[in-house]
């Protein structure tokens, strides 16, 4: 059976998480405090998101801090060594937590050196104010860069997965560098809950579309980071571990990649400036 948690480079990252983009304030907390309660072990937020209190408190009220992995991404504008420095205390100081568990790149920046943004990422590592680092929105390439000029481990790439965008190869390289892939819109931004594949799938197992979309992820070892504001959904979301998708079930899905899949836009990336 698909194991609960990925383990990349000595870390244990919980193979489903909540996603946060779009909540606030007190919707937030709730929903945070309320996905921890089920059993969600792994909150996914952003200094983009504009939400990292809100977070915070959630984690606070549920009592559990020491059992969650708290995942947060440095703005693609502040990726000079010293805006990340800055940053990240304050991210500290909106999350009011002592530590973060996992901090990312959120999305390359062309215009300032990898290697000196990765530098200040281990710094930040080694001084104690996260346990582990890693990337996000990292072709193949830039993969192979980062790994090559890291000073400490990466443990994750999160990107864009669902069964309408075909990820095989960013897959395989994360694979190659022993690096866990996390997919964000993982339910392809609630594309999957009307589609026909789906539903018929689950129909058979008493599942939902949005069920066996997250399945097929983790299925192949693709942590998930699904996000609704919706309290009932936060349980079906986290109910995918009781069934299997068969081989052939596996594939079919694989077959709805199309070209045009991806829905998060890339264009407004500095990277493309
Ligand atoms: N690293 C990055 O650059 C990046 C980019 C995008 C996203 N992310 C992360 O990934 C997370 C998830 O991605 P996302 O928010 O883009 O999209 P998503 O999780 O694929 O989809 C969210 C949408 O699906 C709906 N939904 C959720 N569960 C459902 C269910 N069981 N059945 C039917 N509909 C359902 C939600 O509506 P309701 O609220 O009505 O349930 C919401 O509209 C984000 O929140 C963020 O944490 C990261």
Redesign the pocket.
Same mark, same amino acid.
């Given at each position: 059976m698909t194991k609960p948690v990925i383990e990349a480079k000595g870390f244990k990252l919980p193979i489903v998480g909540l996603? !946060? /983009? !779009?909540?606030r304030g007190r919707e937030c907390t709730r929903l945070v405090e309320q996905a921890i309660r089920i059993g969600y072990r792994h909150i996914? !937020? *952003?200094q983009m998101?504009d939400n990292e209190r809100a977070v915070g408190e959630g984690i606070r009220a549920s009592g559990k801090r020491s059992e969650v992995v708290v995942v947060t991404?440095v703005q693609p504008t502040l990726l000079a060594p010293h805006d990340l420095e800055r940053s990240v205390k304050e991210s500290l100081a909106q999350l009011r937590l002592d530590v973060i568990d996992l901090l990312?790149i959120? /999305?390359p920046n062309q215009r300032v050196p990898l290697a000196e943004t990765l530098g200040a990422m281990a710094k930040m590592k080694q001084q104690g104010y996260t346990r582990a680092i890693g990337v #996000?929105?990292f072709t193949v390439a830039l993969l192979e860069e980062a790994n090559r000029v890291s000073p400490e481990p990466l443990v994750c790439n999160?990107? @864009?997965c669902?069964p309408y965008l075909d990820q095989d190869k960013v897959l395989a390289a994360c694979k190659k560098h022993g690096m866990a892939m996390v997919a964000? #819109?993982?339910?392809?931004?609630?594309q999957?809950?009307g589609d026909e594949l789906l539903g018929r799938i689950g129909a058979a197992r008493g599942k $939902?579309? *949005?069920?066996v979309c997250l399945r097929w992820l983790i299925q192949q070892g693709i942590a998930v980071?699904?996000? $609704? #504001?919706?309290v009932q959904?936060l349980g @079906?979301?986290f109910e995918i571990f009781d069934f299997q998708l068969s081989d052939a079930e596996m594939t079919e899905i694989a077959g709805l990649a199309r070209p045009g899949g991806r829905?998060?836009d890339w264009s407004y990336s500095p990277q493309w400036d």
């Amino acid at each position: 059976m698909t194991k609960p948690v990925i383990e990349a480079k000595g870390f244990k990252l919980p193979i489903v998480g909540l996603g !946060t /983009w !779009t909540l606030r304030g007190r919707e937030c907390t709730r929903l945070v405090e309320q996905a921890i309660r089920i059993g969600y072990r792994h909150i996914d !937020t *952003a200094q983009m998101y504009d939400n990292e209190r809100a977070v915070g408190e959630g984690i606070r009220a549920s009592g559990k801090r020491s059992e969650v992995v708290v995942v947060t991404k440095v703005q693609p504008t502040l990726l000079a060594p010293h805006d990340l420095e800055r940053s990240v205390k304050e991210s500290l100081a909106q999350l009011r937590l002592d530590v973060i568990d996992l901090l990312l790149i959120h /999305w390359p920046n062309q215009r300032v050196p990898l290697a000196e943004t990765l530098g200040a990422m281990a710094k930040m590592k080694q001084q104690g104010y996260t346990r582990a680092i890693g990337v #996000s929105n990292f072709t193949v390439a830039l993969l192979e860069e980062a790994n090559r000029v890291s000073p400490e481990p990466l443990v994750c790439n999160q990107v @864009e997965c669902h069964p309408y965008l075909d990820q095989d190869k960013v897959l395989a390289a994360c694979k190659k560098h022993g690096m866990a892939m996390v997919a964000y #819109s993982p339910i392809a931004r609630g594309q999957a809950r009307g589609d026909e594949l789906l539903g018929r799938i689950g129909a058979a197992r008493g599942k $939902t579309a *949005a069920q066996v979309c997250l399945r097929w992820l983790i299925q192949q070892g693709i942590a998930v980071v699904p996000r $609704t #504001s919706k309290v009932q959904r936060l349980g @079906e979301n986290f109910e995918i571990f009781d069934f299997q998708l068969s081989d052939a079930e596996m594939t079919e899905i694989a077959g709805l990649a199309r070209p045009g899949g991806r829905i998060v836009d890339w264009s407004y990336s500095p990277q493309w400036d």
